[in-house]
């Protein structure tokens, strides 16, 4: 009680009040008041969260219990908080990069009705609340809470608009299939509640001593599989691009700040668990390479913006889970927050863009826009940069660390990952050239109507563009400048347990030179590259032989419509028509019919005649005497 | 005289109501026959009665309660001929007929 | 004395509402009489919670060993909160339906109460019984007079087939009477009676065959969707809300512990029926385009997952299963009203010829998406709690070796359930609205105040479900002892 940062409750108590009154006063109250309380809610979280970042670096950690959640027999799950390195890293992330987007939603938004203004407020404040929840629990349990919690709000936020049935059904995808995670989350938990009857992160990870190999194989993957669908990972990551269909500041929330760096965090939380078996690890490693090469190459040929750039973030998550599986967890850490930097930013930006262009989203009917919008193009440009991993900027540190894992782990993993990092920059710079280079190619009415955003969408783009340039300083690796990778020293408490767990990998600094000057070489062709091909002749046909395998994203969502969906929908009315219906009702009813045909047989026998009946006597007698006195024994 | 004759005779006396019963359709027979199984019912009630008092050394009311049922029996029948033949009459003036077979009404 | 006044109040009011002549004054009778209960219920949970008052025991049947024992332990004061919340709720949010006679449809309602409460009550095998029969009876003669078209064939299937578990029951009963040591109905007896193995063993069904139609299991469900479907909402309210429970309340309170060794044997048979059920309800429920039938075969899936949870027997899961019977009859009445309120308004419960009322009636659809959440199970509503505690049980079993699969195969149904409630309420409110939805009203202020009342139970229990846990903790301890079959086994 006495440690201050007992205070941390006030970091998700703020966007929670910013949701019940925003959601309670959403038809009374005006809009700028709506926006202010939204976003204000944040950034005060955010205040406290920065105070909580300085408190935790200079060495306070903490965990607060606030009151008792479920207890029954021997379980008891404390309703608490734990604020220490990484945590409050992640505060800082999901606070910061929050406030921006709200900030940016005020003005994004403005054209919607009062009523549904306020209510986009509460649900983006709620999002906020839950995924504070989710990396503020000290337990699993309230990990959970937050974790489904951010599924429910962007089953809110993706179905915003919610008279378009497609955009509903995409939000109830969404939902569905990070249900399918959460399974595996939930049984995760039962299995930690079975072996050590507590969820606290403290007794768990005090006590993995007491779990057999098999537990945790099994409860890692359990985990694994809940991140995976979270975090858009093979095989649970279609619901990711299909959330497109919310309002883009939401895409930027989703995909940067919150939601999706889940499944990272929980890992990374979890990191002793996950050290202790190496299986799971490799398992990590392979999904996540695997998914990276898989979103990169669909991303190649989509024509959506912001499609592009939402198989661009579950190709980044992949890289994320490749530092995972090599234990490099600090690299994964600092990939989600550089990562957070410039994928808000490009989200941001294409926000932007597409109101500019008045709701359009196809790149093929953009082009030249950098003559119309000098900020958006610069900062567009800048994330661009940063994402493909020009040296200098914060994606190049991120992704070179992991890279360096990954090689010291096995070549085999650098060099997809590395040809991952080639798509990644030709993609983008796709994305870039046919978007803001060459000529313009959408209507005239549109082309009159292109116009820089208002300050309050282009202040949020140049912080975050600012972010991304310096947000990989904090994280320059050991052999360009030794002791500057400050990160490592801050979130070295935290991974300090499973350290003696990993095997080392130890790449000599020459070597580092020689591959991270292959991979700079080889990206700044590829840009390039991309660059003057695409400024001068946009793709703008529709795509045949592979390219159309690729532009259908390799025919996944058909395969698993077929493969599940639709079966499952037959067995249901298989069930329904041939087995209840028939068969189990069948028989109820038919044990009624049988009671009924009997008594009307045997009805048959009251004939109304006297002699039937004698003659029925004199046999019943007979029988009787016969039994009595010749079969009996 | 051996027990078995008055055995016999009263089985064949009671087969005799029997068939009877069963095959006549005419109320007044069939009512006769069933007299007939009552009587030889009766009959071999006192023969077995007759028997037990015949055994040496048997106590002095040996068999008496057989004869006592068969007074029962008979006052029995007397009761059920009075009743029996009421509704034979009431179901001759009713459908002027005797016959068994017309009293199905109940069946419908 | 609290025992008591849990049952005479709805009685007597019910009885005197039959001679109500003004339908308006027997709405209120009864929405009065359900207060009074509420507010004695609530007082035997805060003021008067001493035993004293609680329990209470006369004279009824003396020569046959049996006497009126009436009391509340931890699993009573839930069920019978239950059933005092929910009637008032089920007055206020049916307030403006009308009802031919409505003297004799409240008078049956209140009478249904009564019966319902001498269930939970009941300590006593024969009194037991009697209240099972007396619950039946009115809510038969509601769903045969106030029903849908089907109503006669539906109703006649419901109370025979019922009436068929019943009679089982009652053989049990008196079966395990007759080995009493004591030659009596009392709870306490029969929990001591000297039942050998094989005579258990058929026992068992007995009494499983008649809490399995009322809850019910796979595949006694049958007469359950049409009889939902068929009853007037309110009654379905009384159906699944709390009728239900007295099956769940049987198997814990007069199966498990009764026959201790036969319940262990068959438990894994059992539960294999339970999941079939679950995930084959689920599967169904996806299909169903009558939100009356999809509701239906979702609380079938649901009380699956009870009954697989109590034959797991462990206290994680007794408690779970406990509270949940609780949430489990808020949350499902949520959905009735909701029910009740379109199919009033449209005249129809089919998904695919609703749409877009979340534009025309968005506090409708805000409470929706609230109660169909719970139903869900999302972490912070009330039937998380339960669900969690419920799944943790299944699995931390320790009586069967199948608990990693049983919980995986069940926990399937939180997938399922996800995709046929988000497709119902997408069917529902979201789209555009078509010409029956066009010009939809939303809610009215005593139906905000029913939904209301939900939202909060829901809430609260969600977020801090401690009163309630602590509330069953003590029977679960003593049902879990008397029913520990190592300990019996030794011996």
Redesign the interface.
Known sequence: MNNVLHLAYLVPLFPLLGFLINGLGRKSLPKSLIGIIGSGTVLASFVVSVWIFFQVKGGNTYVANYFDFISAGKLSIPFAFQIDQLSSLFLLIITGVGFLIHVYSTSYMHEEKPEHYGRYFAYLNLFVFSMLLLVMGANYVVMFIGWEGVGLCSYLLIGFWFKKTEYNKAANKAFIMNRIGDLAFLIAIFWLVWRLDSVSYGDVFANVSKLSNTDIIAITLLLFVGATGKSAQIPLYTWLPDAMAGPTPVSALIHAATMVTAGIYMIARSNILYSLAPLTLNVIAIIGIATALLAASIALKQNDIKKVLAYSTVSQLGYMFLALGTGSYVAAVFHVMTHAFFKALLFLGSGSVIHAMGGEQDIRKMGGLSKYMKITNITFLIGCLAIAGIPGLSGFFSKDEILAGAFGKSPVLYAVGLFTALLTAFYMFRLYATTFRGSFRGTHEQEHHLHESPAAITIPLIILAILSVIGGYVGVPEFLAHGAHSLNTFLQPIFAASQPHLPVHEVSHSTEWVLTGVSTALILIVVIFAWTRFSKKPDTEEATGFGKVLANKWYVDELYDAAVVRPLHKLGGFLDNMLEKPVIDGVVNGVGKLVNYGSRQLRLLQSGQVGSYVLLMVLGMLVIFVVQFFLRK | MPINYYIFLAIALFCIGVVGVLTRRNAIIIFMCVELMLNAVNLLLVAFSKMHHAVPGAAANAGTDGQLFVFFIMVVAAAEVSVGLAIIVMMYRNIHSVDVNFLNRLKH | MIAVLLILIPLLTGLAAFFFRNEKAVRSWALFSSVATLAVSLLGLTVFKDAKYLFHECEWMQGLGSSFAVGLDGMGQVLCLLTAVAYPIIFLSTWNSSYKRAHNFFALMLLAQAGLMGVFLAMDALLFYFFWELALIPVYFLCSQWGGERRIQVTF?FF??TFLGSVLMLIGILYVYSHTADQSFAISSFYKADLPYNSQSWLFWLFFIAFAIKMPIF?F???QPDTYEQSPTATTMVLSGIMVKMGVLGLLRWLLPVLPIASYSYGDTVSRLAIIGMI?AS??????DDMKRLIAYSSIAHIGLMCLTIFSE???GF??VMIQMFNHGVNIIGLWIMVELIERQFGTRKLSELG?L??KA?TMAIFFVIIA?ANIA???TNAF?GE??M??GV??STVTKY?ILF??LA??C??FA??YT??MV?KI????ANALTANAKDISLNEKLALGVIVILICWMG????PM?DL??DI?DSILKISDVHHLLKK
Do not use: M
Request: zero cysteines; aromatic letters at 16%.
């Open positions: 299937k025979v087939y595949p469900h049958t007469w084959y599967l169904i429920a996806i299909r169903q462990n206290k994680i408690q779970g877009g979340a534009q968005p959440l999302l972490p912070l709690v969690f505690l799944f943790t699995f931390t608990n919980t995986v926990a399937t939180i997938i996800a995709v988000l497709n997408r409110f979201y789209g555009e977020v801090y479900p401690k846990l069953t903790n679960s």
